[in-house]
């Protein structure tokens, strides 16, 4: 099925670094969403974006759609153990009724 | 506002069976859509349904099929099952599906 280009697809931080992820399209979107999910769980939806480059915060977590609306990205401040979990891009094009998701970024936290 | 509900939360079936999962949206919300999720595949889409009517459906044989009630309940249904279909079963739902989805916790479906 389809998949969006997702980077990077783990990454080990310490406690209080920032993070920055990033997901790619052959296709552009009119909307993109940013989900995080954990171990045996839903996705919790974090951040929407609708309008190529807007910039939307949500506490610690920073999104932005990129001007070519062919990308979007992510970042995380001060990250905390909490953050470890599962993230996730989707984007919509156009007159369609579906999403399309990222192959997710695994964020791991050092304490 | 009580989020997306999936009922059950787990299943075990053998091959060859059929099974019905169910999914309650948020309130007012009334677009449902459907994803397997499996480590190999990532997140996969199987349909959306508004007002009853199903309006897209991604690349997956008939066996898995779906439908959707006046009060925007949905269901989804995979008959014949295969030990493949083993997967998370997630639903979301939204006011419309041009705006953000919310998901549901999943169904946990172990094929045996």
């Known amino acids: 099925g389809q998949q969006l280009n997702q980077s990077p697809q783990s990454m080990f931080i310490q406690e209080g670094e920032d993070v920055s992820m990033n997901c790619t399209s052959s296709?552009?979107?009119?909307?993109w969403l940013w989900y995080k999910q954990d171990p045996g769980e839903g996705p919790v939806l974090l951040i929407a974006?609708?309008?190529?480059?807007e910039l939307t915060s949500n506490g610690r977590l920073t999104a932005q759609f990129g001007i070519t609306r062919k990308d979007s990205f992510l970042n995380i401040s001060a990250s905390i153990p909490s953050d470890v979990g599962i993230y996730f891009c989707?984007?919509?094009?156009?007159?369609?009724?579906?999403?399309?998701f990222g192959t997710g970024t695994r964020l791991k936290v050092l304490a | 506002k009580a989020g997306v509900t999936q009922t059950p939360r787990y299943l075990i079936k053998t091959r060859g069976q059929q099974v019905t999962l169910s999914c309650s949206p948020i309130?007012?919300?009334?677009?449902v859509s459907w994803y397997q999720q499996t480590p190999g595949q990532g997140l996969q889409f199987l349909f959306e349904?508004?007002?009853?009517?199903?309006?897209n459906k991604g690349n997956f044989p008939g066996r898995f099929s779906g439908r959707q009630f006046s009060n925007s309940r949905s269901e989804m249904n995979v008959s014949t099952l295969e030990l493949g279909d083993s997967a998370l079963y997630l639903c979301?739902?939204?006011?419309?599906?041009?705006?953000?989805?919310?998901f549901g916790p999943g169904t946990r479906l172990t094929v045996t």
């Open positions: 974006l609708y309008k190529a480059g």
């Open positions: 309130s007012g919300h009334r677009s």
């Open positions: 349904y508004f007002s009853e009517t199903q309006r």
């Open positions: 989707a984007g919509r094009t156009s007159g369609t009724y579906k999403y399309i």
């Open positions: 979301a739902s939204s006011a419309d599906s041009r705006y953000e989805q919310y």
């Open positions: 296709s552009i979107f009119n909307t």
